[in-house]
């Protein structure tokens, strides 16, 4: 049975640090388990950008500086349909404290070693080399 009846509204905050992507191992919900860009469903009554700043904040305790839009990607499943609406993100401090709310760990993860990342989920690498995150091949 699905968890939504309808489809939910996301964000994703792909943050790249000197050469470096954050990602965060999933520790609970969709995905628990496989490595993604910090983000999550969008509250009622939030703008984007500040559903982005906050998902970043939660699960990494980083603060967004900038955010800006880079694409728009859907997930479905059976049980689950998410709009993840994705930004690209720059922070003043790089260094995550801790790995909050649903996020089990964090890693700077180089860019050179993302394809090759164990865990990444579907779709993260097509949609990072589609927006110039990262290289073609």
Known sequence: M???AHPEVCVGAVVVHD???LLIERG?????GSWSIPGGRVELGETLDAAVRRELLEETALVARD????GVVERI????HFVIH?????VDDPQPTRAGDDAAAIEWVPLSEVRSRPGI???LVDFLVENGVLPGQ
Do not use: K, N, Q, Y
């Open 2 to 4: 699905p968890s939504s």
């Open 121 to 123: 989920v579907p779709g």
């Open 77 to 80: 499943s059976d049980e689950w």
């Open 86 to 90: 994705d930004f690209l993100v720059t």
């Open 28 to 32: 609970r919900g969709a995905g628990v």
């Open 19 to 21: 050469g470096a992507l």
């Open 67 to 70: 955010a800006h839009p880079i």
